[in-house]
């Protein structure tokens, strides 16, 4: 016999999409769950995030608590590609909004941010997945189970899902989608960042161009340690021997960035992890009774780190909507959600794909920039891809293919 509760809002899982929406949901006064699988601290991947997800942070109430953690600041991006250096510097952006963000080990982010939901009244459970669900004309009833395998089905007036790669709703509704992205593989590790220069901008996360459609990121953290992560076209891995540490140190070694930096510095696990086909979406991002937020709904790349505010963003404004749905208003969910957040998204696709066809870099490294056109660019590199005055948002596609052409003429 399964145990048997009631909740006005379940968020199905615990990272920076549930945590978020968790938050707003109980501010507004409703009364909320959040079901996690995992047991906390976590690892996760996706630890540079961009000064737009402050926004989200703030509206959660959960930016003082971030404040207090000591996470490496970052201020921009550095692009890099034959020696070449491109920097975007968030104080120099189009839009106005946050110049700053972090970068951040997620275990520890996401652990802090649950915490302090929790701390705020909302009942948070770890070791419990959700299993199943089922809709009636009022509410959702969701099955979960905890690690000893006791049942316990749950009344929800709404429910969010945030369970980024475990896609829960996705997988159990049948709704997963093929991104239009192919699939791309990544592969990365932390090491102890033991050579990093004091004062030389080294705590900048920087992106390496490395050949076409394989690039690398370096993320330094504040506790001296520094994510270091290689992605591309499937093929190019399989052009390395060995096991996986010894191909991870041939990357290593073949990048010159990389292997200035990192040969021959501790590595702090035992093996690389390996992440690889996790552009996917989904074929609606809510019904009556549900909205997905963060990867369940859709992931594109990591080229941008636009997943964390993704998440972020889609959690806050799932949460209130849906509190507004559960407090008797008429919630038009198709325009003030799925095409808001695809807007977004859309904004992002269009930049990764300028990025791996290669017209992006042709603009980062031209001989000459336009400042005005730089901080439009910077501004989606922050993550404000909603303001629609900002020309290189409005016409996304339309606008970075016309600038690489003229680039590609001129130089
Ligand atoms: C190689 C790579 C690099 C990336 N780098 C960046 C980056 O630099 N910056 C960035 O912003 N993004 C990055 N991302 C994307 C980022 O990882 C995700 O977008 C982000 O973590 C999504 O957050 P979320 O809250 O949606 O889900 P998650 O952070 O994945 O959290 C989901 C939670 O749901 C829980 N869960 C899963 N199944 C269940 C279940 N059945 N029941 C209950 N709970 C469940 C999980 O245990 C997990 O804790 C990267 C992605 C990849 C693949």
Redesign the pocket.
Known sequence: MSAFSETDILV???????SVAASVANLNGLKVRV????RFP?F???????PRCMDALEKADLLGAIEECGFQKKYGAKFIRDGKVCEFSFSDQYTDGHTWTWQVP?SEF?HKLITEVAKKGVQVEFE????GIEFDEDHALVTTENEAGEKEVIKAGFVID?????R?LPRLLNLDKPSNLPPRK?V?MHVKDAKRTEGAASDVITIIDHKPGVWV?V?PFSNGNCSV?F?GDPDYFDTFEGDEMEKFKTMIDSVDFTRERFKDIPYLWDAPKV?SG?AISTLKFYDKHFAL????AE?LD?VF???????MESGVRAAELACRQLKGEEVNWKKDYEDYILDGVNVFRSYVMAWYDGSLQDIFFAKTSNPEIKSMICSVLAGYVWDKTNYYVKEHGHAIHTLSGIVRMYG
């Open positions: 199905i899982g615990a990272g920076p999409g549930g079901i996690e699988k995992a976590r996760v991947i996706g630890e540079s995030l961009l997620r996401d419990r997945s959700v299993t945030s369970s980024g790669y475990g829960v990544s990365f990121w993320i992560g992605v992440l996790y937020t963060g990867n369940a992931f990591p780190s636009s997943g964390v505010t993704f998440a």
